[in-house]
Structure formats: structure tokens, C-alpha cells
């Protein structure tokens, strides 16, 4: 830091400058991060893409109820579990679900699944040019410059049609993935000598099939490899409008602002920790207790490990067992539950077996903590983040990875809320601001 830079005032007084007073926000009834006192989300739109239900509430009280995620009315459970049965993929009938509205016939799901397959090539240059040029250290970093520059590379950019916005959606959903895989050779031969391994799609292959055949040098994977991550791609295509990510999109999106730059911005916000990212805090914790547990299958050693994490004594001196709790779901997560029971089938039988058993045992012994140590009495359930970062391990997946993934999948509902707001918001987002600054007279800068 220079001497000039460590004088100004905006460092030396960085604290105080940007602090408002706690009472304000009880005074002038904010609502802080847009949450009610109990707990329950205000109200910032209407939508018929998806429902997340955690809770019930009754005369202005909430109770926990078991979670329940529904996709156009569709309950997530039945639409996971039924594509193995059929012999089929399902991230891709999802995405077509959530993007036209209903479930597709065979001959709708023909083209659909065409369409992304015609948009996987990237535009020449582009690997060399954007993903191995000024490479970032940061994989959703480089997915967001990447959509930035399919902007250039769209002779309609501003096109706002609704054939343009969906064949973008289908553009982006179709090339991230390859994106995502050549963003982390490019780092690895940037940052660790690695080879830059550049493989050309497959035709034919659905959207998991194509991240595992980039992935892998030797291009090999099982059919239960594919099968999982395709479950987990489907169970991050969407979640309501108010995670932050979604909502991120519908404020771009109400600005009458392009697609490439209103999907940039949601990557930007899924990347936080406290959002999409919050996958490397849990996985870090989970380190941290399989390094300090003794015996994993004790719970009693487990118990007193979770206890220290709790009481700050432990990982990151927060009090938060990551992977545990969720600002809507109270009793359970059904996307926890779906990828805790497919988690629990690929690792049987194996070396993870053990470390799953571990995970089960936080999981189940968190709230008695949190409730022995600090007195809570609140409901709290594991979230995807519990299991998702270990069953991408199983996988090999590397956890550069981890995030980009949950983007790859997203992208699905981003679109649909995007169309959504197009046609039904007509107004752009525009909260109010209490402001507390007091008056002041200018001073000229001589008598300052």
C-alpha cells in the first residue's frame, strides 16, 4: 500500500463511515436481509415457476413442517426418481419443464435435447482467447467473464424477443458446462503445470454425461457416476425466487437489461459463501472433524467436537456447523434427503463408507448441540450442502468444481425467472431506503 493510499480517510475510518445504528432498523421496521422477526420471507413478488415450503405459519406464528419443493407444481421427488426408471436423464426434462412450463413428449424432449446439442461448440478462438488468456484463480469468476463475451460473440445481443431470449438460455445452458471444465484445465495448467486437456463433445451425451467426458482424461465414467450427477444438476436447477442468486437475476432482468449480463450477475451472487459457495465452508468443517474425531463412529467423540465448533473453540471461531440449517426449511431438505439417500448407495461398500456414516452422525447430532450449548430451540435440518461437496468427491469431482456445478445447473431456473419477470414485473425492482444521514451546511475546503 502506498503512503498516499494508507492516509486517506476512507481506510482509517472505514468502520465507522459505513456503520448505521442497529436501532434504526427496529425503529423504522426494516426488514433486514428482506426477513420478517419470525423468520419468514417478505413478500417481493409472485411466481408459478416453483414453491419452496419449510414452515406453516398460523395467526402470525410459525411451525416447522417437513420440506417440500415442487417444479411447476411438480413435486421434486417424483420427478428425480422417475427418470432412472424410464431409462432417461432428467436434468434436461427439468430444465425444459421450468424454461416452457410443462412436462414434455417425447417428440418436445426430441428437439429440446437436440437444440442444446447444437449449441455446444464454442465460438473459435474462445478457449485460447477468453478461458487461457488472463486465466482467474477463481472458476465462477471466469464463468461470468465467459457469458460477458458471449455477449460479443451475438450479433443480437439486444435482441429482445422471446425466441432470442430462449435460445440464448439454451445457448448458455448448453455451453457452461464445457466452460466450467475448460475454465479448470486452463487454471490448472496456469497455476499448478498441469496439461490444458481440451476434449471435443460427444453427440449424444446428455449435460452430465458431457461434464464427466470433459473432466476425465481417459473420457471413462460409469453409468451410476452419470445417473448421480445428473440427480444433482437437477436438484440445483431451482429454488424459488428469493434465494439471492434468482432474486439477483429478476433485479437484472426488471432493468430491461441484456440476458448474458442479467446471467453474469446471478454467477457473481451464487458464488458467495454465504450462498453457492457455502459448499467449500462445509466441506472445510467436515475436514477439520474427520481430522480431530478419533473414532467416526463414536458419537459421543463426535458430540464434543461439534460442541467446540459451537462454543467458537473450533474451524472458524463462527459457532456454525455448516451444512446445517436453512433460512426456509425447518424439519427436512428434500433436496438433502434425495442426495443423503443417493450418497448412501454410492458409498456402500466403499472407502467413503465410513466418512457418510460420520456426515449422518452431524447431522443428527447438531441440533442436541445447538441446543445443549447454546439453548436453541430452533428446528434445524441438514441442507444439500451436508452431502453434495462429499458426493462430488466420491466422484472425483475436484472442488474448484463444486459451485461451477450448482451454476451449471441453475441456469435452468435463472431462465425461467428471467421470462417470468419479462412478461409478468413490467416494473423495475425498486426498494426504499430509509435514510438517517442528518442535514450539513458545505463548508468551503480553506476552513475545513
Not at 444433482?232 to 432474486?247: D, P, Q, R, V, Y
Request: net charge negative; with cysteine; aromatic share 10%.
Amino acid at each position: 500500500m502506498s503512503e498516499a493510499e494508507k492516509k486517506l480517510d476512507l481506510y482509517q475510518e472505514f468502520i465507522n463511515v459505513n456503520s448505521v445504528d442497529p436501532s434504526y432498523y427496529k425503529n423504522y421496521n426494516v426488514k433486514r436481509g428482506l426477513r420478517n422477526a419470525n423468520g419468514t420471507g417478505v413478500i417481493a413478488g409472485v411466481t408459478n415457476i416453483s414453491n419452496v415450503h419449510g414452515y406453516v405459519v398460523s395467526e402470525g406464528d410459525k411451525y416447522p413442517c417437513e420440506g417440500k419443493l415442487t417444479f411447476r407444481g411438480y413435486d421434486i421427488y417424483d420427478l428425480v426418481s422417475n427418470c432412472p426408471e424410464d431409462g432417461r436423464f432428467g436434468f434436461e426434462e427439468v430444465a425444459y419443464l421450468l424454461m416452457c412450463g410443462h412436462l414434455p413428449n417425447e417428440e418436445q424432449f426430441s428437439y429440446f435435447k437436440a437444440a442444446i446439442e447444437e449449441e455446444r461448440e464454442l465460438p473459435d478462438g474462445f478457449v485460447a482467447s477468453v478461458l487461457m488468456n488472463n486465466t482467474s484463480a477463481t472458476l465462477m469468476n471466469m464463468l461470468s467473464r465467459s457469458l460477458l463475451m458471449m455477449y460479443y460473440d451475438d450479433p443480437n445481443a439486444e435482441d429482445r424477443s422471446y425466441q432470442h431470449e430462449i435460445m440464448t438460455s439454451i445457448k448458455i445452458l448448453s455451453r457452461l458446462p464445457r466452460i466450467m471444465v475448460l475454465s479448470y484445465y486452463a487454471k490448472q495448467a496456469k497455476f499448478h503445470n498441469a496439461s490444458m486437456i481440451i476434449h471435443p463433445p460427444i453427440p449424444g451425451q446428455s449435460t452430465a454425461e458431457t461434464i464427466l467426458s470433459a473432466l476425465r482424461p481417459d473420457r471413462q465414467f460409469t453409468p451410476e457416476e452419470a445417473r448421480m450427477l445428473d440427480v444433482m444438476l437437477a436438484l440445483h436447477a431451482e429454488h424459488g425466487g428469493g434465494n439471492n442468486s434468482t432474486f439477483t437475476c429478476r433485479v437484472l432482468s426488471s432493468a430491461d437489461t441484456d440476458p448474458y449480463s442479467c446471467y453474469a450477475a446471478a454467477l457473481g451472487s451464487l458464488k458467495g459463501a454465504k450462498h453457492g459457495g457455502a459448499n467449500h465452508k462445509v466441506r472445510a468443517m467436515q475436514a477439520e472433524v474427520k481430522e480431530n474425531v478419533k473414532h467416526w463412529d463414536n458419537d459421543d467423540e463426535v458430540y464434543d467436537y461439534l460442541a467446540k465448533i459451537v462454543r467458537k473453540e473450533a474451524f472458524d471461531g463462527s459457532g456454525l456447523i455448516y451444512g446445517m440449517g436453512h433460512a426456509v426449511y425447518t424439519m427436512s431438505d428434500p433436496r438433502a434427503v434425495i442426495c443423503k439417500q443417493f450418497a448412501s448407495k454410492l458409498a456402500e461398500g466403499t472407502e467413503f463408507e465410513a466418512e457418510f456414516k460420520l456426515l449422518e452422525a452431524i447431522e443428527r447430532l447438531t441440533p442436541q448441540v445447538m441446543k445443549d450449548v447454546k439453548g436453541s430451540k430452533k428446528d434445524m435440518c441438514a441442507n444439500i450442502d451436508m452431502y453434495s461437496g462429499f458426493v462430488y468427491s466420491m466422484m472425483g469431482i475436484p472442488e474448484d468444481l463444486f459451485t461451477p456445478l450448482f451454476a451449471c445447473g441453475r441456469i435452468a431456473g435463472w431462465s425461467a425467472h428471467r421470462f417470468e419477470e419479462i412478461i409478468s414485473g413490467k416494473r423495475i425492482i425498486r426498494p426504499a431506503y430509509k435514510s438517517t444521514a442528518p442535514d450539513r451546511d458545505y463548508v468551503p475546503m480553506s476552513e475545513r
